[in-house]
């Protein structure tokens, strides 16, 4: 696929520039070995590839692919910069940070040498195998034992759990995992993790605390441990090792009742420079008492009125960025509520435009004729190798598009073509632009 793209700044109006994306790529038999790996959902795994490009490159990027056993692109890459020497192997390791929602299944890895300013050079399609499924548990440990000493919590309460631990093994920045299931065995998602250091034969304890949901339902519960790697390898698995009891809460009387104070309401978390900002809450009280507003990490640019918490102000150009951990709260001098914390952004109106045009393809990488446009992609951002951003286009007959909204600073865009069976092509060489 050939692209073609301009780029336009709307301050200084439509700046053309001759920006060709090849995605051509020389196939390249440079891989010296293959690998198959195995990892579960919301672990790392390390890719590593021996390449040999048969020329010196310096600077080189080196960018790793995920697609399904489909050959689709799932969007999951990582890239790093290597140099290499004609006629010498490298070998070039990064690491991917598998989404905790990605689908259990095979997925094959493939590999992209790009110069230092992003020209395509050689392209090892499927040099990998990559396994996601759930880690199975590891056989019981040997001295495993665990402790409750709040044995009988309510809905809504805590519970605290220690575990007396022995490895046989030195083991840095393992994870030490506490998990509850209901009396029938059936995990009920709740677990805590603490992260903790071992050495070959010392006895650790490790304790924790269990925050229980107010809506645990009374009963037994069982506490299971786990020791995991700092990549979250098993390593041993203690189950069932101490049981907790979940009582029924009591019930005031109304006389023992003092009416709460509450606060509501959602603030807007974002404007632009220049535009007027008014959040008012709304509090209740018990009858006859007088409420206090206050707040905490106040926008040094904004007013607060302690009677109605009222925040308001208008920022200037000055005043862009975030004003993180906003916390507006009341009292009536008995009781007291808060609005769970928020982060209120400042930004300055983008009006950039990149402009892109391409050159539809007419065949496939293996030279067959492309019979089944479907449309393409465009992928986007302001590193090159961060391109968080996506625009699908499903009109194949479209030969250009306009990406507005942009903000000051150097935009990276690649695209891929997409055919009517889900099929997705390799990346298009990396466009850049500075708006």
């Known amino acids: 696929m050939k692209v073609l793209g301009t780029v336009a700044r709307a301050s200084r109006g439509l700046l053309a520039a001759a920006l060709f994306l090849a995605a051509l790529?020389?196939?390249?038999?440079?891989?010296?070995?293959?690998?198959?790996?195995?990892?579960?959902?919301?672990?790392?795994?390390?890719?590593?590839?021996?390449?040999?490009?048969?020329?010196?490159?310096?600077?080189?990027?080196?960018?790793?692919?995920?697609?399904?056993?489909?050959g689709v692109y799932t969007g999951l890459h990582a890239s790093t910069v290597a140099n290499f020497t004609a006629g010498q192997s490298t070998t070039v390791s990064e690491t991917f940070a598998l989404p905790a929602t990605l689908a259990v299944g095979n997925y094959y890895i493939s590999a992209e040498i790009y110069s230092s300013s992003w020209a395509p050079l050689h392209w090892i399609q499927n040099f990998a195998t990559l396994t996601v499924a759930t880690v199975a548990s590891a056989p019981a440990a040997t001295g495993a034992t665990t402790t409750v000493s709040s044995p009988s919590p309510v809905p809504g309460g805590q519970v605290n759990v220690s575990a007396n631990l022995t490895l046989t093994q030195n083991l840095s920045g393992a994870n030490v995992s506490f998990f509850v299931a209901n009396s029938?065995?059936?995990?009920?998602?709740?677990?805590?993790?603490?992260?903790?250091?071992?050495?070959?034969?010392?006895?650790?304890?490790?304790?924790?605390?269990?925050?229980?949901?107010?809506?645990?339902a009374a009963g037994t519960y069982k506490v299971s441990v786990g020791v995991y790697s700092s990549s979250w390898a098993t390593l041993r698995w203690a189950p069932n090792v101490s049981t907790f009891t979940v009582g029924t809460a009591t019930v005031?009387?109304?006389?023992?009742?003092?009416?709460?104070?509450?606060?509501?309401?959602?603030?807007?978390?974002?404007?632009?420079?220049?535009?007027?900002?008014?959040?008012?809450?709304?509090?209740?009280?018990?009858?006859?008492?007088?409420?206090?507003?206050?707040?905490?990490?106040?926008?040094?640019?904004a007013k607060f009125d302690t009677t109605s918490g009222a925040l308001t102000g208008t920022p200037a150009a000055g005043d862009v960025?975030?004003?993180?951990?906003?916390?507006?709260?009341?009292?009536?001098?008995?009781?007291?509520?808060?609005?769970?914390?928020?982060?209120?952004?400042?930004?300055?109106?983008?009006n950039g435009v990149a402009a892109l045009q391409w050159t539809p393809p007419t065949d496939n990488?293996?030279?067959?004729?492309?019979?089944?446009?479907?449309?393409?992609?465009?992928?986007?951002?302001?590193?090159?190798?961060?391109?968080?951003?996506?625009?699908?286009?499903?009109?194949p007959g479209?030969?250009?598009?306009?990406?507005?909204?942009?903000?000051?600073?150097?935009?990276?865009?690649?695209?891929?073509?997409?055919?009517?069976?889900?099929?997705?092509?390799?990346?298009?060489?990396?466009?850049?632009?500075?708006?």
Do not use: C
């Not at 993180?324 to 300055?348: E, R, Y």
């Not at 992928?379 to 625009?391: D, I, N, P, R």
């Open 321 to 350: 960025g975030s004003y993180a951990n906003i916390v507006i709260s009341v009292s009536d001098g008995k009781t007291s509520a808060s609005l769970p914390p928020f982060t209120l952004t400042v930004t300055q109106i983008s």
């Open 252 to 301: 005031a009387t109304a006389s023992q009742v003092t009416t709460p104070t509450t606060i509501s309401g959602t603030p807007v978390t974002a404007l632009n420079a220049g535009s007027a900002y008014s959040f008012t809450p709304t509090a209740k009280r018990a009858s006859g008492a007088s409420l206090t507003f206050s707040i905490a990490n106040q926008p040094v640019w």
């Open 25 to 70: 790529m020389i196939m390249h038999p440079g891989l010296a070995s293959a690998t198959s790996l195995t990892a579960a959902p919301g672990q790392s795994v390390r890719v590593s590839a021996t390449l040999n490009p048969g020329e010196t490159i310096s600077g080189a990027n080196v960018m790793f692919f995920a697609s399904s056993s489909a």
């Open 365 to 395: 990488t293996d030279g067959s004729v492309l019979a089944d446009p479907a449309g393409y992609k465009i992928y986007y951002g302001t590193s090159a190798s961060a391109l968080t951003q996506t625009v699908a286009i499903t009109n």
């Open 398 to 435: 479209l030969t250009a598009y306009t990406l507005s909204n942009l903000s000051p600073g150097t935009w990276y865009f690649v695209m891929t073509s997409q055919s009517a069976a889900g099929l997705e092509s390799p990346l298009s060489g990396v466009i850049s632009a500075t708006l």
């Open 184 to 216: 029938s065995g059936v995990y009920t998602g709740l677990h805590t993790n603490t992260v903790i250091n071992f050495t070959n034969g010392q006895s650790k304890t490790v304790s924790a605390t269990l925050s229980l949901p107010a809506t645990i």
